[in-house]
């Protein structure tokens, strides 16, 4: 009976907390269905009475969003792949080859402590670096910046996973006759596909989602980013609720699709190395 009451307590509180996390989502996606004559009354409803997708239709098209789409879809993949890149050439040699302890340690640090910086304190010397190369209001700012931004979280979660790939294995293919290449591509890669893969989507969510930067480093349509634009919305004289709503789903399905698809990889990057031998 005791154990029954546990799980029927245990049922209660995870129901909760998922309504609690869940419920500000369903009120976003009914909010973007709705029309402005529902948005404006007295009393908000929790169903929209006459569905309608004008909102999404305004973002996208009438506001000329698309372009800022496809200006953070460029920009969050090309910092990815750079930062996974950057990353994986760090941590070959600092897990996979014979270097000093103390140059390890160093590069490790070094890593960290660029990742405790909060964005706000380096936004302005990065705008006037920007400025002065003459990438103000471009593309390529932005993907410099989210990769700088995002290769510590990209070093130390691409270390974790080759610290826990066996030496043995790429010294069997180099006795076996294999050049470091060989055994690197034929046999170090597909072992930390699942790292590579659960890090790429983590990063990409993050420059996704990135604001500050884009907001500041950008000026025009040319090269603002999505969320740079949906905040736009907001304007002097209204705040365009429906509109607004219906780009923060937009903003939403990427990430949460390429999490859904990639759930697995993501878990098991989150966890891996959490638990070692002694």
């Known amino acids: 009976m005791r154990h029954r009451l546990n799980r029927i307590a245990t049922a209660a509180v995870l129901l909760f907390a998922f309504a609690l996390f869940a419920f500000p989502l369903y009120y976003l996606v009914v909010t973007s269905l709705k029309t402005k004559g529902e948005l404006f009354r007295a009393v908000p409803s929790l169903f929209p009475e006459q569905p309608t997708i004008q909102p999404y239709i305004s973002v996208l098209f009438d506001r000329g969003m698309t372009t800022l789409l496809v200006n953070s879809i460029v920009a969050g993949l090309s910092a990815t792949v750079l930062s996974i890149a950057i990353a994986f050439a760090i941590c070959y040699p600092i897990t996979r080859l014979p270097i000093p302890p103390r140059l390890r340690v160093f590069v490790l640090n070094w890593a960290l402590s660029l990742r405790f910086l909060p964005p706000i304190a380096v936004v302005i010397p990065y705008f006037t670096i920007v400025k002065a190369i003459g990438l103000y209001n471009q593309v390529p700012a932005l993907i410099i910046v989210y990769t700088l931004f995002n290769l510590p979280l990209s070093i130390w979660m691409l270390k974790g996973f080759l610290e826990?790939?066996?030496l043995e294995v790429e010294e069997a293919a180099l006795t076996d006759g294999a050049t470091r290449w060989e055994a690197?591509?034929?046999?170090?890669?597909?072992l930390?596909?699942?790292?590579?893969?659960?890090?790429?989507?983590?990063?990409?969510?993050?420059?996704?989602?990135?604001f500050l930067f884009a907001f500041v480093l950008t000026a025009t349509p040319q090269s603002m980013t999505f969320p740079v634009g949906v905040q736009g919305l907001v304007t002097q004289f209204e705040i365009i609720w429906n509109d607004m709503a219906a780009g923060g789903v937009i903003a939403i399905l990427?990430?949460?699709g390429l999490l859904l698809v990639g759930r697995r990889y993501?878990?098991?990057?989150?966890t891996?190395?959490?638990i070692r031998e002694k």
Do not use: H
């Open 254 to 256: 990427l990430p949460l």
């Open 272 to 274: 891996f190395g959490v």
């Open 192 to 210: 930390a596909r699942t790292g590579i893969l659960a890090a790429a989507v983590i990063v990409f969510a993050f420059d996704w989602a990135e």
């Open 164 to 166: 826990e790939i066996p």
């Open 266 to 270: 993501v878990m098991t990057g989150l």
């Open 184 to 190: 690197f591509r034929a046999v170090l890669l597909p």
